[in-house]
């Protein structure tokens, strides 16, 4: 990297982020994220452990066969299988990278059972190994920064010297303050020797909330690596988020006079789509890229916005690629408005999707009024989660409740057979889950159950959203309807469809599964 304000942006979305429990994204949307991250500039997309499964490696090959720009990275732990898995599907990118790493603080030395000795020479000989496959070479010290300064820089110096070509610096659990973050890479910078001649990198995790805070502060000390997930997306509280620090070095370059090769106005398309793929729906006071990022209910704040949007607002909608205008559209609408206004809300549909699409908007316009964006939004992640290429899906669906009691008479299509079932509950949706249950039973724990209205009024659509656990699994479930009821049931049958594709994963077995538990 010749340019000293230049910071590379790494996403992780497609490892870390979807190691989010629930978050499991299929091959198919793994390769449209890759290819979004592709022309939005990301500078390395790490694609996935290609150790981890058949899938994974699968994925990890595909997107790097695909890729026309961005760096494509695989993981690996400090172990020559896992380095040789890793440049098996990444050496058809363009521009390939391994990434290997090992835990160095003592919590994670005891894992492997190694003295400082034998973990020094571990990390020679695997990132030896990994620079004689690869020229670019990643190298994480697990947990950095509860290390110890001493044999981190002990550490880096043998990485570096190994031939590791960027040195990553994991807040693994989210533990650091941004003045420790920045002081930890002074540190490194400073003792130890060829620090200069490296690319240093910062992955932070947001367990206090302080990732963004954290990553910028360790780019202000000379980091020029951020490590990120779209809508912050990762394990436990999640990582940086990418839509985050990039429009941080954008408002404020003033202080942070730092560029990325980013194009935000695909932000919103990119996050939208990550948060259908994953089943994770990104909170309305999200920064950034939330609901409510761009809306003024105080009456100072209207009046100060209407006189001159900079009072109150310290970047444009546009800037992200949202579009300004909210107008409605009815079912008078025809196709090629339906495209253009989905084209204006980040999303780029084929012909065959947009029919499907048109059905689904015209059916909605039948029952609302008016349709605006966020009905569109719902909209689409429905199409995107409940497809007719389902194993289950809900055909017909009809509830009696009130005082009298509860039921529902459910018809649903399993593996291409109609089965009909009644069923009694504790109020309408227990009922549903109840007739569901007896059409396919399963012992899936429902975990998580909400819902949400995607517009004001009694005509508002309703987003429901489910997660459910069976045998250490865990699934996500999301549908939009004006009826709350059948977005429900069409949310947990959603989930259900995962859990099943989740069992039949090839390569989800024991081995897999202990992969999984390292993550940086």
Same mark, same amino acid.
């Given at each position: 990297?010749?340019?000293?304000?230049?910071?590379?942006?790494f996403?992780?979305?497609?490892?870390?982020?979807?190691?989010? %429990?629930?978050?499991?994204?299929? /091959?198919?949307?793994?390769?449209e994220?890759?290819?979004?991250?592709?022309?939005?500039?990301?500078?390395?997309?790490?694609a996935?452990? *290609?150790?981890?499964?058949?899938?994974?490696f699968?994925?990890?090959t595909?997107?790097a066969?695909r890729?026309?720009?961005?760096?494509i990275?695989?993981?690996?732990?400090?172990q020559?299988?896992?380095?040789?898995?890793c440049?098996?599907?990444?050496?058809?990118?363009?521009?390939?990278?391994?990434?290997?790493f090992?835990?160095?603080?003592?919590?994670?030395?005891?894992?492997?059972?190694?003295?400082?000795?034998?973990?020094?020479?571990?990390?020679?000989?695997?990132?030896?190994?990994?620079r004689?496959?690869?020229?670019?070479?990643?190298?994480?010290?697990?947990?950095?920064?509860r290390?110890? /300064?001493?044999?981190?820089?002990?550490?880096?110096?043998?990485?570096?010297k190994?031939?590791?070509?960027?040195?990553?610096? %994991?807040?693994?659990?989210?533990?650091?303050? *941004?003045?420790?973050?920045?002081?930890?890479?002074?540190?490194?910078?400073?003792r130890?020797?060829?620090?200069?001649?490296?690319?240093?990198?910062?992955?932070?995790?947001?367990d206090?909330?302080?990732?963004?805070?954290?990553?910028?502060?360790?780019?202000?000390?000379?980091?020029?690596?951020?490590?990120?997930?779209?809508?912050?997306?990762?394990?436990?509280?999640?990582?940086?988020?990418?839509?985050e620090?990039?429009m941080?070095l954008?408002?404020?370059?003033?202080?942070? %006079?730092?560029d990325?090769?980013?194009?935000?106005?695909?932000?919103?398309g990119?996050?939208?789509r990550v948060a259908?793929?994953?089943?994770?729906a990104v909170?309305?006071?999200?920064?950034i890229?939330?609901?409510?990022?761009?809306?003024?209910?105080?009456?100072?704040?209207?009046?100060?916005v209407?006189?001159?949007?900079?009072?109150?607002?310290?970047?444009? %909608?546009?800037?992200i690629?949202?579009?300004e205008a909210?107008?409605?559209?009815?079912?008078?609408?025809?196709?090629?408005?339906?495209?253009?206004?989905?084209r204006?809300?980040g999303?780029?549909?084929?012909?065959?999707?947009?029919?499907?699409?048109?059905?689904?908007f015209?059916?909605?316009a039948?029952?609302?009024?008016?349709?605006?964006?966020d009905?569109?939004?719902?909209?689409m992640?429905?199409?995107a989660?409940?497809?007719?290429?389902?194993?289950?899906q809900?055909?017909?669906l009809?509830?009696?409740c009130?005082?009298?009691?509860?039921?529902?008479?459910?018809?649903?299509?399993v593996?291409?057979?109609?089965?009909?079932? /009644?069923?009694e509950?504790d109020?309408?949706?227990?009922?549903?889950?109840?007739?569901?249950?007896?059409?396919?039973? /399963?012992?899936?724990?429902?975990?998580?159950?909400?819902?949400?209205?995607?517009?004001?009024?009694?005509?508002?659509?309703?987003?429901?959203?489910?997660?459910?656990?069976?045998?250490?699994r865990?699934?996500?479930?999301?549908?939009?309807?004006?009826?709350?009821?059948?977005?429900?049931?069409?949310?947990?049958?959603?989930?259900?469809?995962?859990?099943?594709?989740?069992r039949?994963?090839?390569?989800?077995n024991?081995?897999?599964?202990?992969?999984?538990?390292?993550?940086?």
């Open positions: 990297m010749t340019d000293k304000n230049r910071v590379w942006i996403d992780t979305t497609l490892r870390d982020g979807e190691q989010s %429990p629930g978050a499991t994204m299929t /091959h198919a949307e793994k390769l994220i890759a290819q979004m991250l592709d022309e939005m500039g990301v500078d390395v997309i790490e996935g452990f *290609p150790i981890a499964s058949e899938g994974d699968a994925a990890v595909e997107i066969k890729s026309q720009n961005s760096v990275c695989g993981l690996a732990r400090a020559l299988p896992d380095i040789d898995r440049w098996e599907a990444v050496k058809h990118a363009r521009r390939p990278r391994i990434h290997t090992i835990g160095t603080s003592p919590l994670h030395r005891a894992i492997p059972n190694l003295d400082m000795d034998q973990m020094a020479d571990r990390i020679h000989q695997t990132v030896t190994h990994a004689n496959l690869c020229d670019n070479v990643q190298w994480s010290p697990m947990d950095a920064t290390t110890e /300064h001493d044999y981190l820089c002990r550490v880096v110096e043998i990485a570096i190994a031939g590791a070509t960027t040195i990553n610096i %994991p807040d693994t659990v989210g533990y650091t303050a *941004p003045r420790e973050s920045a002081d930890l890479i002074r540190m490194l910078l400073e130890v020797p060829g620090a200069d001649e490296i690319v240093f990198a910062t992955h932070c995790h947001n206090l909330g302080m990732a963004t805070a954290n990553s910028l502060a360790a780019v202000e000390a000379g980091a020029r690596q951020i490590e990120c997930t779209i809508n912050g997306l990762g394990e436990r509280a999640g990582n940086t988020a990418l839509e620090v990039v941080a954008k408002v404020r370059h003033d202080i942070m %006079p730092f990325t090769g980013i194009d935000t106005t695909k932000i919103m990119l996050s939208r259908q793929a994953s089943g994770f909170q309305p006071n999200k920064a890229v939330g609901k409510n990022a761009f809306l003024h209910e105080s009456g100072i704040h209207q009046d100060g209407l006189k001159n949007v900079e009072t109150f607002e310290i970047m444009r %909608p546009a800037d690629g949202l579009n909210n107008i409605a559209m009815g079912k008078h609408s025809g196709r090629a408005a339906l495209r253009s206004k989905l204006d809300l999303y780029e549909v084929g012909d065959n999707q947009l029919k499907d699409i048109f059905v689904r015209k059916a909605l039948d029952r609302k009024k008016e349709i605006y964006d009905d569109l939004v719902a909209l992640q429905d199409s989660a409940n497809t007719e290429a389902d194993y289950l809900v055909k017909h009809r509830v009696v009130g005082s009298d009691g509860q039921s529902a008479d459910l018809t649903m299509i593996g291409g057979e109609e089965k009909t079932v /009644h069923a509950g109020g309408p949706v227990d009922a549903c889950f109840n007739a569901v249950k007896a059409i396919w039973p /399963h012992q899936a724990v429902l975990q998580l159950y909400q819902v949400h209205a995607v517009t004001e009024g009694t005509d508002a659509q309703a987003t429901v959203s489910v997660r459910m656990e069976e045998d250490g865990i699934a996500t479930g999301q549908a939009a309807d004006t009826d709350t009821i059948l977005a429900s049931v069409r949310a947990y049958v959603g989930a259900l469809n995962r859990l099943k594709v989740r039949e994963m090839v390569g989800e024991a081995d897999a599964k202990q992969v999984s538990m390292y993550s940086h």
